[in-house]
């Protein structure tokens, strides 16, 4: 009930003028917060990008063309997809998948190129991997199977030890099969056999058998023209044809066979066509163009005393390597901790103390400095367990730390959000605790906890603290060759060329590497945009 501050009563217009003049007093504060927000961020970010691509060199001529092929044809499509959102629903697909495609190829470089080499990781495909995707096949055919579940297990236990052991053989076999042999059996049959399930049994958009065909078909065609091009060896293109070439051709293929999602390639289409004329036309007409740092030379080329020279690849890779280990160790720990202390753990007694102890303390852990776990990283895996001070296992742990708390906290709160409903119904329906955890809540946990963990990811990779304090180089020239070897990582490298004394590598150089770690974050954060609005959509 109303009331008067004089009187104790107050009628209801006066109620109503009070309440709108505090509404509206918020709105605009929220709105002028927000404002300030989005413009400090991009005052940033168009400082950093007119430095990294050298745009003050450009003629004005330049600028025009620039908007005629690039900003009109862009601002043209995003409008339109005001009236279609389907449109740009289909251009964010296409595009995420690309970003995604093509940061998963570098991964998988760095991690059976460089990390494992092809031999190891045919050792442990065959040990590791075919035994559980044998399991998985046996399982959808024999769903009443309760045993599989144990198979998972004893393969991830029993895998590594027996490929370990049979490590000499089996490398001596693939070493007779040679690298490229090797991706074609363990990636690119596998990629054929999921375009075949994709396209002719989930999607059904074709003949499964035939778009198998035709990836095995272009991946082997293409090896001659791949075989011209000096810095692309066979392995590295077959690995890219798995990870980016196939997904973005399901992709494609699905939305194009559906006559109202055609018109979502326009927008990205136009861009490609945009970025390809205002490569060619300035230098027809004779238009000075920007002279940029951010250039495929900088990201491909090692450290170098000289701006002009200066790369970023070493950290790049390191970086790669990095954020490869703290992802699987991090998925591997967080998700088992969270089913645990939400599914497992007891609610009351001495082992509900404990847990709700734990749960506690890991809210706390998550509001740690960065630099606490760095100190802790340093003391515990550099120093007593001695895996080395600036090594790429060090820093994965050390960052895995970091992140560990809210990946269990994001994790938790999805899980936590499945109805109880759904989980009395699959007992009442005869299901072990099991088969409710791995068919009902973790289905409908996965968009959160995936959100989560590359968010806290993208966090990881921009970490510069940790890194600092477990004694990671700022400046490497060369990748990292193991585990075990020093590394650099992309904000260390960024550090450390902000204190050059050269004008060129403060302002052009480190402009340049901001916008690599930021194009990597970007990559990462709408990863995790399209997971989540896949899996929601998901009818399980």
Do not use: C
């Amino acid at each position: 009930m109303a009331t008067d501050t004089e009187s104790g009563t107050a009628t209801a217009g006066e109620f109503e003028r009070v309440s709108r003049l505090r509404g509206r007093v918020f709105r605009y504060l929220t709105l002028a917060a927000s404002l300030f927000g989005i413009v400090a961020l991009g005052v940033l970010l168009a400082y950093v990008f007119w430095d990294a691509f050298g745009l003050g060199e450009a003629d004005a001529a330049w600028y025009g063309l620039f908007a005629l092929f690039i900003v009109a044809p862009t601002a043209g499509f995003i409008a339109y997809t005001r009236r279609n959102s389907l449109a740009g629903t289909v251009a964010l697909e296409l595009t995420s998948t690309a970003l995604a495609g093509t940061l998963g190829g570098f991964a998988l470089v760095a991690l059976l190129e460089v990390i494992a080499g092809d031999e190891t990781w045919f050792a442990y495909f065959l040990t590791v991997i075919v035994p559980l995707g044998g399991l998985y096949l046996y399982n959808r055919r024999n769903t009443s199977a309760n045993w599989v579940g144990l198979g998972y297990l004893a393969v991830v236990v029993a895998g590594p030890v027996v490929g370990t052991l049979a490590l000499g053989p089996l490398t001596s076999a693939a070493a007779l099969l040679g690298g490229p042999f090797v991706y074609l059996f363990s990636l690119l049959v596998p990629a054929a056999l999921a375009t075949r399930y994709f396209v002719g049994d989930a999607l059904e958009i074709g003949n499964g058998n035939y778009a198998a065909g035709a990836v095995l078909a272009f991946a082997v065609l293409a090896v001659p023209l791949v075989d011209t091009i000096p810095a692309l060896t066979r392995s590295i293109w077959l690995i890219f044809v798995a990870a980016l070439f196939v997904p973005f051709g399901i992709v494609a293929a699905k939305n194009i066979i559906e006559r109202d999602r055609r018109v979502g390639f326009v927008g990205p289409v136009l861009f490609v066509v945009g970025i390809a004329l205002l490569w060619a036309v300035p230098d027809v007409l004779g238009v000075t163009g920007p002279a940029p740092w951010f250039d495929w030379q900088f990201v491909t080329s090692d450290h170098s005393q000289t701006a002009e020279q200066a790369g970023l690849y070493p950290a790049i890779i390191g970086s790669v390597f990095i954020i490869v280990l703290v992802a699987i160790i991090t998925l591997l720990v967080a998700i088992g901790a969270a089913l645990f202390l939400e599914e497992y753990a007891p609610s009351s007694g001495v082992g509900g103390k404990i847990a709700r102890f734990i749960r506690i303390n890991i809210s706390n852990l998550a509001g740690v400095p960065s630099v606490v776990y760095g100190l802790l990283g340093l003391a515990l895996f550099a120093r007593l367990v001695g895996t080395g001070v600036g090594t790429v296992l060090t820093a994965a742990l050390t960052l895995s730390l970091l992140i560990l708390p809210i990946v269990i906290i994001s994790a938790r709160e999805a899980i936590s959000a499945v109805p109880d409903s759904l989980r009395q119904a699959s007992y009442g329906m005869g299901a072990t605790r099991w088969q409710t955890i791995r068919n009902v809540v973790l289905p409908r946990a996965l968009p959160g906890t995936l959100t989560g963990t590359i968010l806290a990811l993208g966090r990881a990779i921009g970490e510069t603290a940790p890194l600092i304090m477990i004694g990671t180089a700022t400046t490497a020239f060369n990748a990292p060759a193991g585990l075990f070897s020093r590394t650099s990582a992309m904000p260390m490298q960024v550090y450390a060329w902000s204190g050059y004394p050269s004008q060129a590598f403060q302002q052009g150089v480190v402009a340049a590497g901001v916008v690599t770690l930021l194009i990597v974050l970007l990559t990462m954060n709408s990863i995790a945009i399209l997971l989540r609005n896949k899996f929601e959509q998901e009818d399980f």
